[in-house]
């Protein structure tokens, strides 16, 4: 069956810190990959995705490169803010399979 | 342009009893989806709507566990006979499955169960 398996937490961070937050996947055929945030107090929401091998996914300076060869769609951003405090969960989902399948998500916590 | 709406948000209830949760997904999504989260994990998938049927519910974990959605919009998760095991948030996601979608969620901000 899918499964993704996220880099375990928690990771504290210093503001203007470099993150990356590995993610790796296991599916059959080609899924479609995401990263979804959950700040404190909301509901889970898309922060980036890539639909094919080789796109990279991009949003408020996180980005993250579908890797079919390591099966990997790692976070990346280059500089953390105290407002990038968060969960972050990574995601796969397969066209028309209907359900999507998530890591167990990691905490970032950024400090000023 | 309202997002997905959950209620309730809290609901605290003793061992035995029975349990309705209620999502309203976005206006004009055809595909629901109820996932269930406990501490420390991830969004764990129960079961997918498209439409008023149940395309996929390989995730509800027994027999106590329901869910309908007679008319395409509004969907109820159900639970009979609740278990301290029960206690978690309850997800709610919808999505527009046309041509071409990638599968993107949009979820509702849960409904947190407490079995005592």
């Known amino acids: 069956g899918n499964s993704v398996t996220q880099m375990e937490g928690p990771v504290t961070l210093s503001e203007e810190a470099f993150l990356t937050i590995n993610c790796t996947y296991t599916?059959?055929?080609?899924?479609?990959l995401f990263w979804y945030v959950q700040y404190p107090g909301e509901g889970l929401q898309l922060l980036l995705k890539a639909t094919k091998a080789d796109d990279k996914g991009s949003n408020k300076g996180f980005e993250a490169t579908y890797r079919k060869e390591t099966t990997s769609f790692h976070l990346e951003k280059g500089s953390v803010q105290v407002s990038d405090s968060a969960v972050y969960f990574c995601?796969?989902?397969?066209?028309?399979?209907?359900?999507?399948?998530f890591g167990d998500g990691t905490t970032l916590t950024v400090k000023p | 342009g309202a997002g997905v709406s959950q209620t309730p948000s809290n609901k605290v209830t003793e061992k035995g009893k029975y349990v309705e949760l209620r999502c309203d997904p976005i206006?004009?999504?055809?595909?629901l989806y109820w996932y269930r989260q406990s501490l420390g994990q991830g969004p764990e998938f129960l079961i997918y709507f498209q439409g008023t049927g149940a395309a996929d519910d390989s995730g509800l974990p027994n027999d106590r566990f329901f869910a309908v959605r007679p008319e395409g919009s509004v969907s109820t998760l159900k639970i009979q006979r609740t278990e301290r095991g029960d206690s978690a948030v309850y997800l709610c996601?919808?999505?527009?499955?046309?041509?071409?979608?990638?599968?993107?969620?949009?979820f509702g901000e849960g409904s947190r169960l407490t079995v005592l």
């Open positions: 996601a919808s999505s527009s499955r046309d041509r071409g979608n990638t599968g993107e969620l949009f």
């Open positions: 995601a796969l989902s397969r066209a028309g399979a209907g359900k999507s399948t």
């Open positions: 206006s004009g999504h055809t595909a």
């Open positions: 599916a059959t055929g080609y899924p479609s």
